[in-house]
C-alpha cells in the first residue's frame, strides 16, 4: 500500500507541476479537492484564497512555460500515513523562490490536495 501511494502521490505532483508550469488549469483542477484553501506567504504578502479563485488567477496570468522559464520543480519530501500525507516542494517559478506544503488525501480511491500553503523565501 504505502509503495502504491507514493507512486500515485508522485503522479499527483507531477499533474500538478505541469498544470503550473504550462497554465493547465484542467490539469490543476484534477488534483485539488473541490473544498482546498491555498495559503500563503508572499514577500509578506498575505494570500488566502479558494481553489476555484486560485484556477482563476493561473487561468490570466501568462505561464512559466510561455516566458520560456525552465522546469525546476521538485518533490523535496512525502510523508505518508495511513489515509493523509504531507508533500514539501520547491517552486521557483515567474521569479519567485516558492516552497510547497501540500496536504493531500486519499478520498474516494484517490489521491487530493485538500490544502496548499507556500511561501517566498528570497
Given at each position: 500500500?504505502?509503495?502504491?501511494?507514493?507512486?500515485?502521490?508522485?503522479?499527483?505532483?507531477?499533474?500538478?507541476?505541469?498544470?503550473?508550469?504550462?497554465?493547465?488549469?484542467?490539469?490543476?483542477?484534477?488534483?485539488?479537492?473541490e473544498n482546498a484553501?491555498?495559503?500563503?506567504?508572499i514577500k509578506g504578502m498575505d494570500y488566502?484564497?479558494?481553489v476555484a479563485e486560485y484556477l482563476e488567477g493561473v487561468k490570466s496570468r501568462q505561464s512559466p512555460n510561455d516566458l520560456n522559464e525552465a522546469l525546476k520543480m521538485k518533490i523535496i519530501g512525502?510523508?505518508?500515513?495511513?489515509?493523509?500525507?504531507?508533500?514539501k516542494l520547491h517552486v521557483p517559478m515567474l521569479g519567485y523562490n516558492y516552497y510547497d506544503y501540500l496536504s493531500l488525501?486519499?478520498?474516494n480511491n484517490e489521491w487530493k490536495i485538500v490544502n496548499k500553503l507556500f511561501i517566498h523565501v528570497e
Amino acid at each position: 500500500m504505502y509503495t502504491e501511494s507514493i507512486k500515485e502521490i508522485e503522479g499527483l505532483i507531477t499533474h500538478y507541476f505541469e498544470g503550473v508550469f504550462n497554465g493547465d488549469t484542467d490539469k490543476l483542477e484534477s488534483c485539488f479537492h473541490e473544498n482546498a484553501y491555498l495559503y500563503g506567504d508572499i514577500k509578506g504578502m498575505d494570500y488566502l484564497k479558494s481553489v476555484a479563485e486560485y484556477l482563476e488567477g493561473v487561468k490570466s496570468r501568462q505561464s512559466p512555460n510561455d516566458l520560456n522559464e525552465a522546469l525546476k520543480m521538485k518533490i523535496i519530501g512525502i510523508d505518508i500515513m495511513g489515509k493523509i500525507a504531507m508533500a514539501k516542494l520547491h517552486v521557483p517559478m515567474l521569479g519567485y523562490n516558492y516552497y510547497d506544503y501540500l496536504s493531500l488525501s486519499h478520498i474516494n480511491n484517490e489521491w487530493k490536495i485538500v490544502n496548499k500553503l507556500f511561501i517566498h523565501v528570497e
